[in-house]
Structure formats: structure tokens, C-alpha cells
């Protein structure tokens, strides 16, 4: 079974605090992805990854930047966190391109007061 | 216009109802459609994956996908209390988009 974890399932933090959203997969995968998830708006692409030290952005990447040093981790960081950044993040990964199936994890719930 | 629209509900039903939800799409391009299952505090897995015209089906779910009308539909047969979680359909153009997910209620 895939498995895609998350440093943390809940986050509360300040505005302007330096804030990093950690994920780790196990399978080898190639493809990582950052979403945002919120009410109304469903799932939004920030940035994805599609090999070690590359980066795409997705639809929504104003405010975040990504960094992927090793192929099993891709860490999401918001330089600046404001209280507009407050939503749950899921991490997912996928064998192909961004056509292959994702595999999710289960998400972190951050706050910014 | 969005290119992926799905009524958010919530939908609540009985323990054995047929449930049926939905998404409209914009992009008559698109040719490959997903259905996702979010349980409560859990990330989305994949529920079913169906490419082009026509219907499939896995045990109680059955999606079925008509480009005509540029409309998706996952139905559930013999609803149980355990398939009570939000369903997110996708579709994939060059990139995987998501609607904003039908919240399903399945009362026992």
C-alpha cells in the first residue's frame, strides 16, 4: 500500500511566522503535489514536483515555495503566514505524470492568527 | 464559469437508498473522470476512475459518464451508514481538477 504522511494533522501558527508543511512517501513515486483544500472552493493545485529539485508551480503559489531535496520528501513553506493561509493542506504523490492516479495523505489543518 | 461544478449538498439518506451525485464540467476535451471518497479528517482516495463515454461498475458503485452532456455521475446502490463521507469528482485536463466535493449522510 502507498503511503503519504504529513508532519502534522493540526497547526496553529502567527501571522508572519516562517511555516513548513512536511511530506514523506514511501513508494518511490515520482510525482508530489501540494493542494489547499477549502469550503466552496474544493481542492486548488499550489506547486507540484515531478523529480528530485524540480518544481512547477499549480494554480494558487503566490505566498508559498516548495523545496524537494530528496525524491521521498517535498516540503511546502509559507514565508510569511497570514490569516488568509488558514486551510487544510494534503500532500499526494503519483507513480506517472500528473495524469497517474494520487495518492493523498491525510492532510494538515493550519491556523493563522 | 467553472470548469468543474458539483452541488456540495449535504445529502442525507436512508441505510439502503440508491444515492446518485453529480458534476457538470465545462471543457468538452476532457476525456478521463475520477470519483474520490474523503472520509472526515482523512485525505481523498481514489473510488473509481473511468475514461470516455459510458458506464463502470465496482460492486455497489457504478460511474457513469455522459460527454454529450458533459456530465458525471457516481451512483451508490444499497447505501450503507459507512459510505458517509464527501465524494469529489475529478477531471483530468492537463492537470487533475477537482469540484468542491457533495457531502453524503447515510443514516441508519
Known amino acids: 500500500d502507498v503511503k503519504v504522511t504529513q508532519s502534522s494533522r493540526y497547526l496553529v501558527k502567527r501571522t508572519g511566522e516562517k511555516v513548513f508543511l512536511e511530506c514523506v512517501q514511501d513508494?518511490?513515486?515520482?510525482?508530489m503535489f501540494w493542494y489547499r483544500q477549502d469550503p466552496g472552493l474544493g481542492l486548488r493545485l499550489i506547486y507540484f514536483?515531478?523529480?528530485?529539485?524540480?518544481?512547477e508551480k499549480g494554480d494558487i503559489p503566490e505566498g508559498y515555495s516548495v523545496s524537494r531535496e530528496k525524491k521521498e520528501r517535498f516540503s511546502l513553506i509559507l514565508e510569511s503566514a497570514s490569516t488568509n493561509q488558514t486551510s487544510m493542506y494534503l500532500c499526494?504523490?503519483?507513480?506517472?505524470?500528473?495524469?497517474?492516479?494520487?495518492?493523498f495523505g491525510p492532510g494538515t489543518r493550519l491556523t493563522v492568527l | 464559469q467553472k470548469e468543474v461544478e458539483q452541488d456540495p449538498g449535504p445529502l442525507s439518506v436512508p441505510e439502503g437508498a440508491i444515492v446518485s451525485l453529480n458534476c457538470t464540467y465545462s471543457?468538452?476535451?476532457?476525456?478521463?473522470f475520477m470519483w474520490y471518497r474523503q472520509y472526515s479528517r482523512k485525505g481523498p482516495e481514489l473510488l473509481m476512475y473511468?475514461?470516455?463515454?459510458g458506464n463502470k461498475e465496482d460492486g455497489r458503485f457504478t460511474a457513469q459518464v455522459d460527454k454529450s452532456s458533459k456530465y458525471i455521475s457516481l451512483f451508490i446502490r444499497d447505501s450503507q451508514p459507512s459510505d458517509s463521507a464527501t465524494y469529489l469528482c475529478?477531471?483530468?485536463?492537463?492537470?487533475?481538477?477537482f469540484g468542491t466535493g457533495t457531502l453524503l449522510a447515510v443514516q441508519p
Open positions: 499526494a504523490s503519483s507513480l506517472g505524470g500528473i495524469t497517474d492516479t494520487q495518492y
Open positions: 513508494m518511490d513515486h515520482e510525482n
Open positions: 514536483s515531478y523529480d528530485v529539485k524540480m518544481k
Open positions: 471543457n468538452s476535451a476532457f476525456q478521463y
Open positions: 473511468t475514461y470516455s463515454s
Open positions: 475529478a477531471i483530468l485536463g492537463n492537470k487533475l481538477i
